[in-house]
């Protein structure tokens, strides 16, 4: 009998223990959500749905760290552009306060990169985004004649900045469209460089830049990144 009883009080501690580390996980995860979505980037918007992993959140909240939290967005948007992202936190204090690491994924649309500085500077219309290229157009004026130069660009990262090299080019005046790649390397010597860190809080680093049909995909890094000082934290540099 007394075998009987110690195992119904050690299976009702049991459910006990499920029961309220379930709670708390679940009001941990509640909190995480509101402080994220209220301290989105400005030109982010959207929420997010977050995932306190690990054996047992009530140990980890008596330790004031969880181990790892993963959150994935839900209704985001960029820039306008519909987006996506999953973000993986790793030490993230119970009682809020920067965060040991974090590693997010991106896939942007490519309407969030209308308008882009970096190629109005050129005069090049807003990018179309490929299969690993990026396309888009220059209008020039020669001998009183209005040329459009339509310019195939390829991406590459190096120290926060994204380069774009002119690797093809068609020439379109009236009804004729030749290849044109000596000239675009004439109007782009250079190509044209984007400082990603500029869009980005500081401290957030770009590691990796993908291109897609119609979307980027990006990966990011942090440390030491303090969630609730997202919403108007200060942007990086390069160079």
Known sequence: ?????????????????IVGDRWVRDRA???????????????????????VDGFSALQQ????????????????TVAGASSSAVVELY?????????????????????????????QRVNAADPVLGAG???????????????TVGVTLTPSLEDQVVHLEPTAATLTAGPATVPATAIVQQLLPDGVDVCAA?????????????????????????????????????TGTCG
């Not at 500029?198 to 990006?218: D, H, K, S, W």
């Open 1 to 17: 009998m007394l075998l009987i009883v110690l195992l119904v009080l050690a299976l009702l501690g049991t459910i006990a223990f």
């Open 29 to 51: 995860e509640a909190q995480i959500e509101q402080t994220v979505g209220s301290s989105l980037p400005d030109g982010v918007e959207g929420g997010v749905v977050a995932r």
């Open 61 to 76: 909240v008596v330790t004031g760290e969880f181990d790892h939290v993963t959150l994935r967005s839900r209704d985001l």
């Open 91 to 119: 030490g993230v204090p119970v009682d809020g306060g920067p965060i040991a690491d974090a590693t997010a994924r991106l896939t942007v649309g490519q309407r969030a990169f209308r308008g882009l500085p970096a190629l």
């Open 133 to 147: 290229t990026v396309s888009t157009s220059l209008v020039q004026r020669v001998l009183g004649l209005s040329v």
């Open 198 to 234: 500029q869009y980005l809080p500081q401290g957030v680093r770009l590691t990796r830049l993908g291109v897609v049909r119609g979307a980027a995909q990006a990966t990011l890094q942090a440390r030491d990144l303090d969630l609730d000082r997202l919403d108007g934290a200060a």
